[in-house]
T-cell receptor
């Protein structure tokens, strides 16, 4: 079945540091790829997405490029802020074969940014 | 506009009791999903509804779990004879359509604790 593997956390960075959170996937079909973010005490929010190979999703200074050849969708940000402290989830959306598209999530990476 | 809402936000119950969790999707969204977020298992797909089509129940962990969606809008997830391993945050999401590229928007979740 489909699966998503993302780097284990927690990750602690100083403000203005460069961030990379690695994400790789396996899928039977041609999935869409997503990064969701969960801020403390809040629900899951879509951060960015890419729906086909070589697409780059971007939002709030975060970027990720859909790499089909390496089955990866790594999240990057050039200069993190304290307000970026959250849990980040990589996910893919693929046909289940039972009548729907479902999201398959990685286990999440907790990011803490210190001033 | 209003996002996905869920109620209650927290539910504490005793082992063996039944519980009902409610989800109000974004108005006009035809697709509705339930997921479960637990420490041990991460985020797991449970069930999917699309319009009047038969739901995709492939993610339900046991026959104690059921869900319905009335009038193509509000959905209720029911867990019968709750067990301690059912303790988790139950998330509802909706999307405008059922295409693989459609974004799922999540509610704040219901935290279920089974004593």
């Amino acid at each position: 079945g489909d699966s998503v593997t993302q780097m284990e956390g927690p990750v602690t960075l100083s403000e203005e540091a460069f961030l990379t959170i690695n994400c790789t996937y396996t899928a039977t079909g041609y999935p869409s790829l997503f990064w969701y973010v969960q801020y403390p005490g809040e629900g899951l929010q879509l951060l960015l997405k890419a729906t086909k190979a070589d697409d780059k999703g971007s939002n709030k200074g975060f970027e990720a490029t859909y790499r089909k050849e390496t089955t990866s969708f790594h999240l990057e940000k050039g200069s993190v802020q304290v307000s970026d402290s959250a849990v980040y989830f990589c996910a893919l959306k693929d046909w289940t074969g039972a009548g729907s598209y479902q999201l398959t999530f990685g286990k999440g990476t907790k990011l803490s940014v210190i001033p | 506009g209003a996002g996905v809402s869920q109620s209650p936000s927290n539910k504490v119950t005793e082992k063996g009791k039944d519980v009902e969790l409610r989800c109000d999707p974004i108005s006009g969204h035809t697709a509705l999903y339930w997921y479960r977020q637990s420490l041990g298992q991460g985020l797991e797909f449970l069930i999917y509804f699309q319009g009047n089509s038969a739901p995709d129940k492939s993610g339900l962990p046991s026959d104690r779990f059921s869900a319905e969606r009335t009038g193509g809008s509000v959905s209720t997830l029911t867990i019968q004879r709750t067990q301690q391993e059912d303790s988790a945050v139950y998330l509802c999401a909706s999307s405008a359509g059922q295409r693989g590229t459609d974004t799922q928007y999540f509610g704040p979740g219901t935290r279920l604790t089974v004593l």
